[in-house]
């Protein structure tokens, strides 16, 4: 059995820095898709993933259609956290199922869909929403969820997880210490993420080594809390989330609460200093296309 860290397997040194920039959200609005997408050409973002039950998800597909070099999930999605813009489940439109709320829509928050969404829906919906993608013509390289709902109760997971058997993609899942469970809020299923987690490495599961997930919110200078966060990252392979979106009236109109920091968001990685952040700190930048095909080489085969 080899002792090279997965790192290594991918062509890197046991010390370097694998980071993936990650952008959530695409196609939850026009505002989203522009900016997601100039952040992919200039280059320090290497992927994103998609609501596909969202109003701008047929756009986002067209572009991934006719340039299939971008590197796009899903963003696999129980909810629905507007509240004068929603959007409704692909699978059924059957209120019996727990997917959807009063109005026929998703819930609002994690809590609610956590406490009414079986897991049989939920596995129904969350595997719609992969094949609508790639029937639509996205190269789908990975799945991740959306406020975290996927992974927010243990009911949801193992179908999370035989998705990403059944489609020979990656999912995202952090190795994380008992402390960073806690402090993520998921401190009632500590000890079973604990045995989980080994388990799915033996399993071949790629594991993060380090995340950065809590980057929403209005900083002075978005740019320098960016290349300070970038100065954390440690060797191995850290996934790094943001949500890059363009100020217009139709983002202010659908969420004026962020708004202002996902334009904030779009404009750190559209500045020519971020690249400075990213030699000084020495990252090497990968995409999950890369991880998914040494998963379908290696693993599932």
């Known amino acids: 059995m080899s002792d090279q860290t997965l790192i290594e397997k991918l062509g890197f040194s046991s010390t370097d820095k694998v980071v993936i920039f990650h952008m959530d959200d695409v196609g939850f609005s026009h505002a989203s898709n522009v900016a997601s997408f100039e952040c992919l050409d200039f280059g320090v973002a290497t992927c994103g993933s998609v609501i596909v039950p969202a109003p701008w998800f047929l756009e986002t597909a067209s572009i991934c259609k006719n340039n299939p070099k971008y590197d796009m ?25 727990g997917l959807l709320d009063d109005e026929g829509c998703l819930w609002s928050t994690t809590e609610e869909a956590v ?9 129904k919906e969350m595997r719609a929403q992969i094949q609508r993608a790639l029937d639509h013509g996205i190269d789908v390289t990975h799945i991740d969820s959306h406020m975290g709902t996927v992974v927010a109760d243990p009911k949801f997971i193992e179908s999370y997880l035989a998705l990403g058997s059944e489609f020979k ?9 008992r402390k960073e469970i806690v402090d993520l809020g998921f401190a009632e299923y500590a000890d079973m993420y604990l045995e989980l987690l080994p388990q799915l490495e033996a399993n071949g599961t790629i594991l993060m080594d ?34 890059p979106a363009k100020m217009t009236p139709e983002l202010e109109a659908i969420t004026p609460d962020s708004a202002i920091w996902r334009n904030q968001d779009y404009m750190a990685f559209t500045d020519k200093r971020i690249k400075d952040c990213i030699k000084k700190h020495k990252l090497k930048l990968i995409g999950y296309r890369r991880l998914r095909d040494y998963l379908r080489k290696n693993v599932y085969i």
């Open 73 to 97: 999930g899903v963003h696999l999605t129980l909810t629905c956290e507007y509240d004068y813009y929603r959007w409704r489940a692909l699978s059924t439109v059957d209120q019996k199922t």
């Open 210 to 243: 380090q995340i950065f997930i809590h980057t929403g919110g209005e900083q002075p200078d978005k740019l320098q809390y960016y290349c300070d966060r970038m100065a954390e990252i440690k060797p191995g392979l850290a996934h790094f989330l943001f949500h």
């Open 115 to 123: 406490m009414h969404v079986t897991p049989e829906a939920a596995e």
């Open 169 to 177: 993609i990656p999912v995202f899942m952090p190795r994380l210490t």
